[in-house]
Every structure is written in structure tokens, then in C-alpha cells.
């Protein structure tokens, strides 16, 4: 199973962005419980979304999540230029392993 | 505050052995699965094992089975990662992470491993 991301986007300041996280097969639901990541270099990954559309503490609220058709997407909504980063998703696949998608480099220029 | 510390990563040559520690404070350990997760340099996120939160499962990525071995101790908070036969495709900084509600993760600040003669 491959769990697909845009390898890179581009955002203006103030802008809107939505980032996707697929599969190569199949749609994703709730059920996958998709959770998003932040990561800037060096620096381990930030937990910015969890459980579909749940922030987590200390997020801005420009950061959403949610289902979009048959993905799970990451809005950040009035991108801000420390909102350039890799961006990650993770899908719980139901029977142990997880699996992260590529990853997204997100541009703000 | 949940706080994990990975310890014991270095230089090794290939085909040998490392055992990677994960020191957890701040949570009840012992109610929580536990994730290793690397990151090869300048590559992406790539989940690698799983240990439920009673030693009870265990779960690893593809490229790691047999030659890995997840493990945990509850009465030190403390998760595990052997990592045996190492290849070249081992190098990376390796996280652990707790699994917390709502299938979220919490990570640490990782520990780097390059496989290297």
C-alpha cells in the first residue's frame, strides 16, 4: 500500500493551501484515522492534526483538517512564512503496521 | 508532559549490531503502544515497527523483518529497538513515538544511526 502526497506546493503569504494524502488503491476514511506532521530540518516532526480533523495542542486554527472526496487533506488557511516546512501524513492501516505518505515541501513565497 | 529520549545510536560497520532505547516520562507507559519511525538523510518519514502496549503484538515494516526486534520494558518505561545485520539502508535518525488517543503521536527528538565501514 503507498500512501500518495504532492511532493511540493506553493503557497503566498496569506494565502490558502490544501495538501492531500491518498492511496494508491482505495479511498481514504475516518477509519484510517489520518494524522498530520510537520517537520522542519533537523528538527523531529510537530503533530499539527490527529484523528481526521482534531488539532493538537497549541496549533493555530488556520491549520484544519478533514476528508476531501476520497483523501485526507491538510487546509492551512492565511499561510504564514514559518508555515514553510515538510509536511507528512500517516494512515493507521487496521491491522498493526502504519504508513507514511512521501511527504509534502511546502513553499511560501 | 509527555517527554521520550532516544539513546544509542552511532557508527557501526555493516552487518553488525545496535540496540536503540527509548526512555518515556510523563505518560502511563504501560496503557501505550510504542513506534519506532526513521528518516534517512534528506528522504521522507518511513514507519519501521510497533509494539502494543502490553509486548502482546508486534509489528515491522517489510525491509526490517527478521533482522529487527522490537521490544519493551514497563517497569522502566523504556521501548526497544535491536537492530541486527545492518545495511547501508539502515542510516537514519530513528524516532520512537507513543501512540496516544486518537491515534496521535508523540515524538521524540531521535537518535542518528549510520551504517558505515
Known amino acids: 500500500t503507498v500512501v500518495t502526497q504532492e511532493p511540493s506546493f506553493s503557497v503566498s503569504p496569506g494565502g490558502t493551501v490544501t495538501l492531500t494524502c491518498g492511496l494508491s488503491s482505495g479511498s481514504v476514511s475516518t477509519s484510517y484515522y489520518p494524522s498530520w506532521y510537520q517537520q522542519t530540518p533537523g528538527q523531529a516532526p510537530r503533530t499539527l492534526i490527529y484523528n481526521t480533523n482534531t488539532r493538537s495542542s497549541g496549533v493555530p486554527d488556520r491549520f484544519s483538517g478533514s476528508i476531501l472526496g476520497n483523501k485526507a487533506a491538510l487546509t492551512i488557511t492565511g499561510a504564514q512564512a514559518d508555515d514553510e516546512s515538510d509536511y507528512y501524513c500517516?494512515?493507521?492501516?487496521?491491522?498493526?503496521?502504519?504508513?507514511f505518505g512521501g511527504g509534502t515541501k511546502l513553499t511560501v513565497l | 508532559q509527555v517527554h521520550l529520549v532516544e539513546s544509542g545510536g552511532g557508527v557501526v560497520q555493516p552487518g553488525r549490531s545496535l540496540t536503540l532505547s527509548c526512555a518515556a516520562s510523563g505518560l502511563s507507559f504501560s496503557n501505550y503502544g510504542m513506534h519506532w519511525v526513521r528518516q534517512a538523510p534528506g528522504k521522507g518519514l518511513e514507519w519501521v515497527a510497533l509494539?502494543?502496549?502490553?509486548?502482546?503484538?508486534?509489528y515491522y515494516e517489510d525491509s526490517v523483518k527478521g533482522r529487527f526486534i522490537i521490544s519493551r520494558d514497563n517497569s522502566e518505561n523504556t521501548v526497544y529497538l535491536q537492530t541486527n545485520s545492518l545495511r547501508a539502508e539502515d542510516t537514519a535518525v530513528y524516532y520512537c513515538a507513543a501512540w496516544l488517543e486518537g491515534y496521535r503521536l508523540h515524538w521524540g527528538q531521535g537518535t542518528l544511526v549510520t551504517v558505515s565501514s
Open positions: 509494539i502494543w502496549h502490553d509486548g502482546s503484538k508486534k
Open positions: 500517516v494512515l493507521y492501516m487496521g491491522s498493526g503496521p502504519w504508513v
